[in-house]
Protein backbone atom coordinates (compact mmCIF):
# COMPACT_ATOMS: atom_id res chain seq x y z
CA UNK A 1 0.00 0.00 0.00
CA UNK A 2 2.81 2.57 0.94
CA UNK A 3 4.34 2.13 -2.68
CA UNK A 4 1.00 2.31 -4.33
CA UNK A 5 0.70 5.75 -2.13
CA UNK A 6 4.13 6.67 -2.83
CA UNK A 7 3.48 6.68 -6.87
CA UNK A 8 0.64 8.58 -6.88
CA UNK A 9 2.40 11.54 -4.16
CA UNK A 10 5.31 11.53 -5.48
CA UNK A 11 5.51 9.56 -8.92
CA UNK A 12 9.63 10.91 -9.72
CA UNK A 13 10.74 9.10 -6.09
CA UNK A 14 8.19 6.07 -7.07
CA UNK A 15 10.13 5.83 -10.35
CA UNK A 16 13.56 5.89 -8.77
CA UNK A 17 13.04 3.26 -6.74
CA UNK A 18 11.88 1.43 -8.99
CA UNK A 19 15.10 1.62 -11.29
CA UNK A 20 17.59 2.37 -8.75
CA UNK A 21 19.35 -1.02 -6.70
CA UNK A 22 19.87 -0.89 -3.04
CA UNK A 23 22.21 -3.01 -1.59
CA UNK A 24 20.93 -5.79 0.59
CA UNK A 25 23.44 -7.51 2.82
CA UNK A 26 23.29 -9.95 5.83
CA UNK A 27 26.52 -10.64 7.38
CA UNK A 28 26.81 -13.44 9.86
CA UNK A 29 30.59 -14.33 10.54
CA UNK A 30 30.51 -15.96 13.88
CA UNK A 31 27.92 -18.91 13.11
CA UNK A 32 28.88 -21.99 13.20
CA UNK A 33 29.04 -21.84 8.87
CA UNK A 34 29.36 -18.09 8.09
CA UNK A 35 27.12 -16.71 6.00
CA UNK A 36 27.60 -13.18 3.77
CA UNK A 37 24.83 -12.40 1.70
CA UNK A 38 24.61 -9.91 -0.58
CA UNK A 39 22.46 -8.68 -3.64
CA UNK A 40 21.01 -5.09 -4.91
CA UNK A 41 17.90 -4.51 -6.18
CA UNK A 42 14.97 -1.94 -6.40
CA UNK A 43 13.12 -1.11 -3.39
CA UNK A 44 10.06 -1.71 -5.87
CA UNK A 45 9.32 -3.95 -8.41
CA UNK A 46 6.96 -3.28 -10.94
CA UNK A 47 4.91 -5.56 -13.34
CA UNK A 48 5.20 -4.63 -17.23
CA UNK A 49 1.62 -2.42 -16.78
CA UNK A 50 3.27 -0.66 -13.61
CA UNK A 51 1.95 -2.40 -10.71
CA UNK A 52 3.70 -2.67 -7.66
CA UNK A 53 4.61 -6.25 -7.26
CA UNK A 54 6.71 -6.58 -4.31
CA UNK A 55 8.72 -3.88 -2.02
CA UNK A 56 11.69 -4.48 -0.57
CA UNK A 57 12.40 -2.29 2.81
CA UNK A 58 14.58 -3.83 5.37
CA UNK A 59 16.83 -0.60 6.50
CA UNK A 60 18.85 -2.77 9.22
CA UNK A 61 20.30 -4.91 6.21
CA UNK A 62 21.22 -2.42 3.52
CA UNK A 63 24.77 -1.88 2.96
CA UNK A 64 26.69 0.93 1.22
CA UNK A 65 24.80 2.11 -2.01
CA UNK A 66 26.57 1.01 -5.40
CA UNK A 67 25.52 3.23 -8.30
CA UNK A 68 26.38 5.56 -10.72
CA UNK A 69 27.02 9.24 -9.21
CA UNK A 70 23.72 10.85 -11.14
CA UNK A 71 21.28 8.11 -8.94
CA UNK A 72 22.86 9.18 -5.39
CA UNK A 73 20.94 12.20 -4.82
CA UNK A 74 17.61 11.20 -6.54
CA UNK A 75 18.21 7.79 -4.60
CA UNK A 76 18.59 9.08 -0.93
CA UNK A 77 15.49 11.65 -1.66
CA UNK A 78 13.24 9.04 -2.93
CA UNK A 79 14.31 7.22 -0.45
CA UNK A 80 13.93 9.57 2.20
CA UNK A 81 10.21 10.42 0.81
CA UNK A 82 9.14 7.15 1.09
CA UNK A 83 10.83 6.58 4.68
CA UNK A 84 8.49 9.18 5.76
CA UNK A 85 5.39 8.28 3.89
CA UNK A 86 6.02 4.11 5.75
CA UNK A 87 6.03 6.18 9.16
CA UNK A 88 3.37 8.39 8.76
CA UNK A 89 1.45 5.10 7.62
CA UNK A 90 2.86 3.24 11.24
CA UNK A 91 1.90 6.48 13.24
CA UNK A 92 -1.75 6.47 11.00
CA UNK A 93 -2.49 2.92 12.57
Given at each position: ?50 S ?21 E ?20
Open positions: EAAERLAVEQPEAFATLSRVPATFMKEHHARERPVSMRYRRPHIATTPDGVSACFWSPPFEGPLQVPIQDVPYYRAYAAFDQLIERRVDER
